[in-house]
């Protein structure tokens, strides 16, 4: 498989604050995800993004392909930022993998107070 | 509009029970559907996938199964429930960006 590995672990800032979150990857990925859990456990999509750097308010990402890795930039936090944000990578079909089957790193849990 | 659906929300089961959980979406068709399981709020596990009606692939051995009977319907099923079956549940579908259901929340006591 593929190793995915997100950092820091754990993350807690003051409302306002910014933060980057960090994923690395192991191998060539035909598909990069970056995925927020809320408290409920629902997994929300926040962007599509296998090179490039994308934006979407408060949020933006950066993958660099040929370098395996990728960033989520939170800029101006707030509570309903925390939850835990996860990375998941899905390899090039000419490696045996099915569309779609993602693998994940472990997340950040991130903790924004008031 | 394309959405996943999927139930029951929770669960609580005794051990040695028997489960089925489902999921089924709307507004496409012949979509790949995945199964995937989170323990201890961390990382998602792959269980299986399915690329159309009637197939089944299992990422890893378990005390689990899956069914598609139908093109938009994924069903994950167990005959005898494990203490170590609890988790959280996600059902997914790629169009082909991945999205996924709300999840069930499976206790075995």
């Known amino acids: 498989g593929i190793q995915v590995e997100q950092s820091p672990p754990d993350l807690i800032l003051q409302e306002g604050a910014n933060s980057t979150l960090r994923c690395n990857f192991s191998?060539?990925?035909?598909?990069l995800q970056w995925f927020h859990q809320n408290p409920w456990g629902q997994l929300i999509n926040l962007f599509y993004i296998p090179s490039g750097t994308k934006q979407n308010g408060r949020l933006s990402a950066t993958t660099v392909a040929t370098e395996r890795y990728s960033l989520l930039y939170i800029s101006s936090s707030q509570t309903t930022d925390s939850g835990v944000y996860f990375c998941?990578?899905?390899?090039?079909?000419?490696?045996?993998?099915?569309?779609?089957?993602?693998?994940f790193g472990r997340g950040t849990q991130l903790t924004v107070w008031p | 509009s394309q959405t996943i659906h999927q139930w029951p929300a929770t669960l609580v089961q005794p051990v040695g029970s028997p489960l089925s959980l489902e999921c089924t979406v709307e507004g496409t068709s012949n979509p790949n559907l995945y199964w995937y399981r989170q323990a201890a709020g961390r990382g998602l596990q792959l269980l299986f996938y399915?690329?159309?009606?009637?197939?089944i692939s299992s990422e890893v051995p378990q005390n689990l199964s899956a069914s598609r009977p139908q093109d938009r319907q994924f069903i994950l099923s167990s005959k005898k429930l494990l203490l170590s079956d609890s988790g959280f549940y996600l059902c997914?579908?790629?169009?082909?960006?991945?999205?996924f259901g709300s999840g069930t929340r499976l206790t075995v006591v």
């Open positions: 399915s690329v159309g009606i009637g197939q």
């Open positions: 997914a579908w790629s169009r082909p960006i991945v999205g």
């Open positions: 998941a990578v899905e390899l090039p079909a000419d490696r045996g993998s099915t569309l779609g089957r993602l693998y």
């Open positions: 191998d060539s990925v035909n598909n």
